[in-house]
């Protein structure tokens, strides 16, 4: 074995690798390994991928009983801090969401959404360069990092109705 293999580092124990992947502060400890697209740290334990602050609540808590979630206090995904942690049901977590205004249904119209790719000011950029005879939807699509789909909606006013 390579001695700068990752293979003694996957053997070390799992509370050790979880600790060096944590830089705590005064208030939330964010996880610095890996993340997915929503800020959720993971890594990787017994051939899966395990969400970084479920696998702190287990080891710094207690267990987690099946069907339960483990929800943040602080609405920070990247944040795996124990006391920020807590335990609901998947409907308890969609409450707390809709209840702190994070939800993406029935929450803040667009640019206020937690989920929002654009602005208000993006949304009437597209109306009116879709107008242009030299711009495509498909190139303003690509510019916003936009499906034709969304963009479609877009300029329909399906989205972001709002915006006049």
Same mark, same amino acid.
């Given at each position: 074995m390579h001695p700068n293999s990752n293979h003694r580092f996957l053997r070390a124990p799992v509370e050790a690798r979880v600790l060096a992947k944590i830089r705590p502060s005064a208030d939330c400890w964010l996880w610095v390994g890996a993340r997915l697209k929503t800020g959720y740290g993971v890594l990787w334990v017994q051939g899966r991928n395990v969400l970084a602050h479920r696998l702190m609540y287990s080891l710094f808590v207690g267990p987690i009983p099946e069907g339960l979630s483990v929800c943040h206090r602080c609405d920070v995904p990247a944040c795996v801090r124990p006391e920020h942690l807590f335990l609901g049901t998947p409907a308890d977590n969609t409450h707390d969401m809709m209840a702190k205004g994070r939800a993406?249904? &029935?929450? /803040? /119209? &667009?640019?206020?959404? &937690?989920?929002a790719k654009l602005?208000?000011?993006?949304v009437r950029d597209i109306r009116r360069r879709v107008l242009d005879p030299g711009v495509t939807r498909a190139q303003l699509a690509r510019e916003y990092g936009l499906s034709f789909t969304s963009l479609d909606a877009v300029v329909q006013r399906k989205t972001w109705r709002h915006v006049p």
């Amino acid at each position: 074995m390579h001695p700068n293999s990752n293979h003694r580092f996957l053997r070390a124990p799992v509370e050790a690798r979880v600790l060096a992947k944590i830089r705590p502060s005064a208030d939330c400890w964010l996880w610095v390994g890996a993340r997915l697209k929503t800020g959720y740290g993971v890594l990787w334990v017994q051939g899966r991928n395990v969400l970084a602050h479920r696998l702190m609540y287990s080891l710094f808590v207690g267990p987690i009983p099946e069907g339960l979630s483990v929800c943040h206090r602080c609405d920070v995904p990247a944040c795996v801090r124990p006391e920020h942690l807590f335990l609901g049901t998947p409907a308890d977590n969609t409450h707390d969401m809709m209840a702190k205004g994070r939800a993406v249904f &029935g929450g /803040p /119209p &667009g640019e206020r959404s &937690g989920a929002a790719k654009l602005t208000d000011g993006d949304v009437r950029d597209i109306r009116r360069r879709v107008l242009d005879p030299g711009v495509t939807r498909a190139q303003l699509a690509r510019e916003y990092g936009l499906s034709f789909t969304s963009l479609d909606a877009v300029v329909q006013r399906k989205t972001w109705r709002h915006v006049p």
